[in-house]
Structure formats: C-alpha cells, structure tokens
C-alpha cells in the first residue's frame, strides 16, 4: 500500500448522506490532483477529483526598517476564507532559530481574505539583520500549509 493512500470510514450525516474528510497533513501537504475514491458496502460507488492548488497570496511587509522603529508589519492578502488561523512564525539569521517564539505567533484576521502581525524587534532581542517569517493557513481540521514568506532587513 502507498504511504499516500488512506481508508477513511464515512461520517453518516442524515439518512442517504454521509461525508469524510480528507486531511493534506497525511498526504504531506503536497498540492496538485487528488483521486478520491468511495466505496458503499465494499462497493465502488463512485469518485471525485479535486486539484489542490499552491496559494496566491500576496505577502506585503517592508523590505528593509531601522531598529529604531520598534517593530514592523507584515500582511497577506488572497487567503482562502475558509482559513481558521493564519500563523506567522519569526526569527532572526543570527544564531538560527534561538528566538523562534513557541507557539508560533497567530496573526491578527482584517477582513474575509487578509492577515497581519507585527513583529516586535524586542521579542528577538532587538537584534539588526535579516528577519525571517514563514506564512501557515490553519484549517479547521488541522491541515497547515505554509502560504508564503517574507525577508525584512532590520537595520541598527
């Protein structure tokens, strides 16, 4: 059996209507075509074919920012609405990712499709240099997908 397929047992909605979920964390996060067979009975029934595509989120943040300023903001616009959380784990170049905050950080929801966060230079130790920020969706059921990410040059 391939480490990408799974049997999943239905959930019965209603009389006639069942339903299952699909986690992309068991299937490595991976995009592209999906074959998703159902069985009734130890029948096959029929299928469906969904395409999972990468996101086309635009991340905005500066490109560079003096140390001075305290902190920077960073955004992403064309998130998929159904979307929980959108995580925004940050850490400097200097010493790797020693200043990782655990959990990492939950940006802050502006409207149905746009997130933000602003990275405060003092939970890194107010350090000058590249500032790294990694962009994950968060789905109700678990599934995180990284959906950008953002360089900040922090000068002192």
Do not use: C
């Not at 068991?26 to 069985?39: I, Q």
């Not at 635009?58 to 305290?70: D, K």
């Not at 959380?85 to 990712?97: C, I, K, Y």
């Not at 990275?119 to 790294?132: A, V």
């Amino acid at each position: 059996m391939s480490n990408n397929l799974w049997r999943i047992q239905g959930e019965k909605v209603t009389d006639g209507i069942w339903k299952a979920t699909i986690l992309l964390s068991k299937h490595h996060n991976e995009t592209g075509t999906y074959n998703t067979h159902v069985y009734v009975d130890g029948k096959f029934y029929g299928g469906v074919v969904p395409i999972i595509k990468p996101s086309s989120a635009v991340v905005t943040a500066p490109s560079s920012v003096n140390l001075s300023e305290g902190s920077y903001e960073v955004t992403i616009d064309g998130v998929n609405s159904e979307v929980a959380q959108v995580l925004f784990p940050t850490w400097t170049e200097a010493n790797g990712q020693d200043d990782l905050e655990q959990p990492w950080i939950q940006g802050t929801k502006v409207n149905e499709h746009k997130w933000k966060i602003i990275i405060p230079f003092s939970k890194h130790g107010n350090e000058s240099g590249k500032y790294i920020t990694h962009i994950y969706a968060k789905d109700n059921y678990g599934n995180v997908t990284i959906i950008g990410a953002n360089l900040t040059d922090v000068i002192s």
